[in-house]
């Protein structure tokens, strides 16, 4: 198994252990999306999983949510995964989600989000996206 392979499957086992309304079913690892969760024979759940990036001044990807650009970073993971989105709906989930992780994240960031998207949930052709930081456990749903 490669590293990203393993890093998704460890993402998954927290994110199923901390997201409450992840419904029980068997998860099968995919490619274009990650997973199928599939909750009966016939309808399974399409979840993509991405890293928030932030490049720090050597110009070397951090998987950190920031103070400074957290909206911006979370906008930007979506509006890249938007584009495959006709590709992740060709096996025509029952939903498709998409998990947006974070390794660590700033610690005013979090508050940032939640303020943010309090009351406005961004527009997307997901029909849930999550927001998961790592090292706190902390999950937000940024769609409805």
């Given amino acids: 198994m490669d590293w990203k392979t393993e890093q998704e499957w460890i993402i998954m086992r927290y994110f199923t252990e901390f ?31 991405t890293q928030v990036h932030q490049y720090n001044s050597e110009g070397t990807a951090q998987c950190v949510l920031t103070n400074e650009s957290a909206v911006r970073q979370v906008f930007e993971s979506v509006r890249l995964k938007e584009e495959k989105v006709h590709l992740y709906r060709s096996d025509h989930p029952f939903q498709l989600w998409l998990i947006i992780f974070a390794d660590y994240s700033e610690q005013n960031s979090i508050q940032k989000l939640n303020r943010e998207y309090d ?26």
């Fill in 119 to 144: 009351n406005n949930r961004i527009d997307s052709s997901f029909d849930r996206v999550y927001f998961f930081d790592l090292d706190t456990h902390k999950i937000i749903q940024l769609t409805v």
């Fill in 19 to 49: 997201c409450p309304e992840i419904p029980q079913g068997k998860l099968i690892k995919g490619e274009s999306p990650d997973f199928q969760l599939w909750i009966s024979p016939r309808r399974f759940i399409g979840i993509e999983i």
